[in-house]
């Protein structure tokens, strides 16, 4: 199993299971990490879902494009929502994203790269039409062990306010 971590001195004051709308303050920036992706991990996602053989034949891989085996995209998107999803995202109160904007993978992930997260965020609102929540837009980015940059997206997600009375 995959365990994760927060970097303490940039994890938020309020635990996961208990934050809300309100513990999301734009400009605040959070570093969690890291995750180890091994070739197995980059050969098995990639022969189900991405089937490009610079992510399925590290011998191929080796005349292809990255000179060298890469993990697919998607699988680096799919590390970074599990490190967004056990240290960033509220436990009680996320009610879902409506998307993501501006994906981009920026290098390439190789076997043996440990990746983490830098979310910023970037704007919270509390919704005109249902007032029980907000939106936050927070700006991710995902680094390799060389604190190198890999991909960058923006987040879009719903969540509950602490307190709200209808008025």
Known sequence: MTTTS?????????????????????????????????EQDILEFSRRFDTQSFHTDPVAAEHGPFKGLIASGWHTTAV?????????????????????????WLQPVRPGDALSIRATVKQAR???????????????????????????LTVMNMLRRRHHTST
């Open 6 to 38: 927060a970097t303490p001195a940039s994890d938020f004051a309020t635990p996961i299971d208990d934050r809300y709308y309100e513990d999301y303050v734009p400009g605040s920036v959070h570093s969690y990490g890291s995750i180890a992706v091994a």
């Open 126 to 152: 509390v919704s005109r039409s249902k007032p029980d929540r907000g939106l936050v837009h927070t700006f991710v980015e995902v680094l390799n062990q060389r604190e190198e940059v890999v991909m960058t």
């Open 80 to 104: 970074m929502m599990r490190l967004y999803a056990d240290h960033y995202l509220s436990k009680v109160a996320s009610l879902a994203s409506p998307g993501v904007d501006e994906l981009r």
